[in-house]
């Protein structure tokens, strides 16, 4: 199986920033990104037993110990219908101590037990010497395509995502968390991409990864183009769906800046169609990858470092979570390849060669 284009790979160029040398999470330094894919069985549904068309990805903010140096971090629940890990403590304390699974619905609480495993080898005092670890897990329900009642991801698969996450190059589509997701119809999945602040607002990196299962065939918009309506004869199932997105930054905010940028996300989803519907569960995870909070601190221990408000860097860095969550999207689709998953229920991939027709009949290309 061939590997399908990025957005970019077709001339399509979507907003005004530039993007970084990777248009991923990880042109954010110190991000990486690790999958492991459950694939098997197919034809009728076993509860329990498969087909299975599922997996986790792991996000992993920042070289060394999440865990003593904790991160500034926010969260913003744009429609809650869903069941994320984690996220309370996050907007509470506005920290992240853990990398960031994703996965899919009936299969968070596991993945979960297996974080805190993992946590409890990297810090062997959580729970004895010191707090007890907030895990954060995201997902959505890939039960159109999967045995979700199998909750198939083992604490080996989250493992595995989480000791081969690497930097550079992301895998996109159906891989990971996003094996069994569908967006707008067509298959969806992991999608990345990334912005860059000019030098002299600081070179600042945004990083976007999402986790897209969500959208209606008619509202998919691309480039402002209505794709999804001139694709009507495409059969797609009802989908209300969910997305995870997870934004990363090197730019040093705190808490509160970084809830500001997650409140941006909408906006990137809005732009290809997104309506953040009455069942769709839609959560963005901001966090700065330069600004710790050592687990252990003496009283009156101050923190420095963090950005002004200063209105004209802030609105670009707004509207770099926003090209990218738009394109971050439309990578997921674009990359996903064509699933049969439980009932042999098919899932197409986005027609890549009719999409640059009508890009070209708009006047996009």
Known sequence: MGQRPR????????????????????DVAGVRVGHATVNFG???????????????????????????NKLEAAAYVING?????????????????TP?????TLNAPKVADALISYMLMQAPDIGIDTSTVNVVVGECNDGYLNDGQGRHVQAEHVWQALQTASGGLVEEGAVGAGTGMVAFGFKGGIGTSSRVLPADMGGYTVGVLVLSNFGARRHLTIAGVPIGQELAEYKEKPNDGSIMIIIATDAPLKSRQ??????????????????ASNGSGDFAIAFSTTLTQPQESQPGTRQDGALTENGQLMTLLFQATIEAVEEAVLNSLFRAHTVIGRDDHMVPALPIDRVRELLKRYGRL
């Not at 960031?100 to 899919?104: F, G, N, V, Y």
């Not at 970084?258 to 309506?275: C, E, N, S």
Request: aromatic fraction near 4%; include cysteine; hydrophobic fraction near 40%.
């Open 7 to 26: 957005v970019r790979d077709i001339g399509l160029v979507l907003g005004e920033l530039p993007v970084g040398p990777h248009n991923a999470i990880t």
């Open 81 to 97: 219908f869903g069941k994320s890990i984690g996220l309370p403590q996050l907007q509470e304390l506005g920290q992240l101590e």
């Open 100 to 104: 960031i699974l994703l996965t899919s």
């Open 42 to 68: 197919c034809g009728q549904l076993q509860p329990g037993r498969g087909p299975a068309r599922t997996g986790v990805t792991a996000i992993i903010p920042q070289e060394g110990n999440c865990f003593s």
């Open 258 to 275: 970084l809830l500001r940028l997650a409140k941006r996300a909408p906006f990137g989803l809005a732009r290809t169609g997104g309506i």
